[in-house]
């Protein structure tokens, strides 16, 4: 089964990664859990799920800041560059 991105061909956007494994399961058979847990074994993102600086600085990810109940919550959402660098990561690391 063929995955299709949601980032238009020059690459504009940004997403929730729930987005993106919605997308992808089809090719990658991964959901939300195991493709964090993926990103982090594989150093992309940190232990409280933050892509590390390099990612960012390269403009695969931005971090969208909420507070609620008081608590800082920081969620990962991929760009349209992000998209297509994960998916081609994700592929070569599963040998699919």
């Given at each position: 089964m063929k995955s299709v991105l949601i980032c238009d061909k020059k690459g504009y956007g940004r997403f929730s990664i729930n987005d993106f494994t919605k997308t992808t399961y089809g090719t990658l058979g991964l959901g939300q859990k195991k493709l964090f847990q993926e990103m982090r074994f594989n150093g992309i993102l940190s232990s409280q799920n933050r892509p590390y600086q390099c990612y960012l600085d390269r403009g695969y990810f931005e971090v969208i800041t909420r507070v609620i109940n008081g608590r800082v919550?920081?969620?990962?959402?991929?760009?349209?560059?992000g998209e297509i660098f994960l998916f081609k990561k994700m592929k070569k690391i599963l040998g699919v």
């Open positions: 919550i920081y969620q990962p959402m991929l760009t349209g560059k």
